[in-house]
């Protein structure tokens, strides 16, 4: 196979949940480039800088409703010949910091029911339809530095994203001899929607002293190089590509070495 094939993405149709702004669009935008046909989804209204693509298609929808996840894979395939070869699990909410003691039950089951339930039940749905389809398949999860570690997020937020690892690592074998393959991201901090979103005001004084790592990182330099919304969205593209085709069960850091520390 030519190398340049390798890293086409040309006949394949993915999901891409958070497409709206930040790592979803940005992903959304790159796939488009690369051949595939993408299946936007948002609580947000869609890109209007993509919205006349023939190969772009979007579903404004809350995915904590009851039913969300199966309505997006049906309706994708409804969309693109009844297939579906990738999902994109990189719609997420931050926490406010807070430790377990101070935790507000209600922040607790949004932040699960978007960052970890959401993106199971889609997995669930997607996982289905490749092994419908015989074909095989690719699943993206963005997890974070916060699923690596214990020291950088809120109880909430870091559970969520553990939990996201631990839904790689079984789907990822569980499905290997299906030819369905599951990956994570954690990527390290920088500025997208997600994180300018944090109402500051709410964060209390035990977790305004967490983040102090964080801006002594950004401080000494090692944040200088912090991945942006493309450089996500290329390895996502690699991921979901044939040339990363032996990749399963992965679970790789974009940090610029921050977890390395």
């Not at 490749?130 to 997020?153: E, H």
């Not at 559970?159 to 690592?169: F, N, Q, R, V, W």
Request: net charge neutral.
């Amino acid at each position: 196979m030519a190398s340049a094939k390798l890293f086409s993405l040309e006949g394949k149709v993915a999901i891409i949940t958070g497409a709206a702004s930040g790592m979803g669009l940005a992903t959304a935008k790159l796939f488009l480039d690369l051949g595939a046909s993408v299946y936007g989804v948002d609580i947000s209204k869609g890109p209007t800088e993509l919205a006349s693509s023939p190969a772009f298609d979007f579903l404004q929808i809350d995915l904590r409703q009851k039913g969300a996840p199966e309505r997006v894979v049906r309706e994708c395939q409804q969309a693109f010949g009844g297939r579906v070869d990738a999902l994109l699990n990189i719609a997420g909410v931050m926490d406010t910091s807070n430790s377990v003691d101070t935790l507000d039950e209600d922040q607790w089951n949004k932040i699960i029911a978007v960052n970890l339930t959401a993106p199971t039940m889609l997995s669930k749905h997607v996982v289905n339809a490749c092994l419908a389809q015989g074909t095989g398949g690719t699943i993206v999860n963005i997890s974070s530095k916060a699923g690596i570690s214990g020291s950088v997020a809120g109880v909430a937020y870091t559970a969520s994203k553990h939990g996201i690892i631990g839904l790689t690592k079984n789907v990822a074998f569980r499905f290997r001899y299906q030819k369905i393959r599951c990956n994570a991201i954690c990527p390290g901090g920088f500025t997208t929607n997600i994180t300018q979103s944090i109402d500051r005001t709410q964060i209390d004084q035990e977790a305004t002293k967490l983040i102090e790592p964080v801006i002594k990182l950004h401080q000494e330099g090692y944040m200088d190089n912090a991945a942006s919304p493309v450089h996500i969205a290329s390895l996502c593209a690699y991921l979901v590509s044939d040339a990363g085709s032996e990749v399963n069960g992965a679970i790789i850091p974009v940090d610029n070495a921050w977890s390395c520390i």
